[in-house]
C-alpha cells in the first residue's frame, strides 16, 4: 500500500496565522491527491482534489500545491472554524489511502 | 441539494454480517462512483471501496475477501456488506459519493453511522 504521511500530526495556531500542513507520498502519485477537513463528530468535507483544485464554497484561504511524492495544503489566514483535523488522500493507487490526519488546535 | 444519509444496524455481533444502505437523494445513483469509508473510535479515515452504476467494484484488499459493495439503482441506495466482523470493524462507516474524474474526490458524504462489534 502507498503510505501517506503527514507532517506535523498536531499543531497549535492562533487566530490569523499562516499555516501549512505537509504530505509526503511514499511513491509518486503525480497528482493525484485530495485534501479533506473533519470537525469532531461530523463527516469529512472535500476542500481541494487533484492537489491544487478549491473545491467549490470552500474559502479562498486555503490553498493546495504539489506532484509527485510532497504536497502541501496552506492556510493564509487561520480562522476559528478551521480548528480542525485534516486528512490527505491519494487516489492514483488502489487501496485509496489517507495520511493519519493533523491536528490543527487552539494556542 | 445532493445528500446521502447511512442506515443500518448499531449494533452487529461478533462473527455476524455488518450491513448497511446508503439511501441518495438529488442526484441519480446512476451516474458518479458511490464509496465506503470508515473510521475507528479516534483513529484516521480507512478507505472501504467503491461502486460505479455499471455495478463494477473497487475493494481495499485487506478487506476484499470480506467486503461487498452493490446498488439498487430502483431505490436510489448502494449498500455494504461486510462478513465475519469482529471488534476490529467497530468504526462510524461514511457513505460517499465520488468523482468519476481521474482525481476520484468524494464531494459529498452522508453523516455517518456507527457500528459497534460487541456480544
Known amino acids: 500500500d502507498i503510505q501517506m504521511t503527514q507532517s506535523p500530526s498536531s499543531l497549535s495556531a492562533s487566530v490569523g496565522d499562516r499555516l501549512t500542513i505537509t504530505c509526503r507520498a511514499s511513491?509518486?502519485?503525480?497528482?493525484?491527491l485530495n485534501w479533506y477537513q473533519q470537525k469532531p463528530g461530523k463527516a469529512p468535507k472535500l476542500l481541494i482534489y487533484?492537489?491544487?483544485t478549491l473545491q467549490s464554497g470552500v474559502p479562498s484561504r486555503f490553498s493546495g500545491s504539489g506532484s509527485g511524492t510532497d504536497f502541501t495544503l496552506t492556510i493564509s489566514s487561520l480562522q476559528p472554524e478551521d480548528f480542525a483535523t485534516y486528512y490527505c488522500?491519494?487516489?492514483?493507487?488502489?487501496?485509496?489511502?489517507f495520511g493519519q490526519g493533523t491536528k490543527v488546535e487552539i494556542k | 441539494q445532493v445528500q446521502l444519509q447511512e442506515s443500518g444496524p448499531g449494533l452487529v455481533k461478533p462473527s455476524e454480517t455488518l450491513s448497511l444502505t446508503c439511501t441518495v437523494s438529488?442526484?441519480?445513483?446512476?451516474?458518479?462512483?458511490w464509496s465506503w469509508t470508515r473510521q475507528p473510535p479516534g483513529k484516521g479515515l480507512e478507505w472501504i471501496g467503491y461502486?460505479?452504476?455499471?455495478?463494477?467494484?473497487t475493494y481495499n484488499p485487506s478487506l476484499k475477501s470480506r467486503v461487498t459493495i452493490s446498488m439498487d439503482t430502483s431505490k436510489n441506495h448502494f449498500s455494504l456488506r461486510l462478513s465475519s466482523v469482529t471488534a476490529a470493524d467497530t468504526a462510524v462507516y461514511y457513505c460517499?459519493?465520488?468523482?468519476?474524474?481521474?482525481?476520484?474526490?468524494?464531494?459529498?458524504w452522508g453523516q455517518g453511522t456507527t457500528v459497534t462489534v460487541s456480544s
Open positions: 460517499a459519493r465520488t468523482s468519476s474524474g481521474w482525481s476520484g474526490e468524494m464531494d459529498v
Open positions: 438529488g442526484v441519480s445513483i446512476s451516474t458518479y462512483y
Open positions: 461502486i460505479f452504476y455499471s455495478g463494477s467494484t
Open positions: 511513491q509518486s502519485i503525480n497528482t493525484y
Open positions: 487533484a492537489a491544487s
Open positions: 488522500q491519494q487516489t492514483y493507487f488502489t487501496p485509496r489511502t
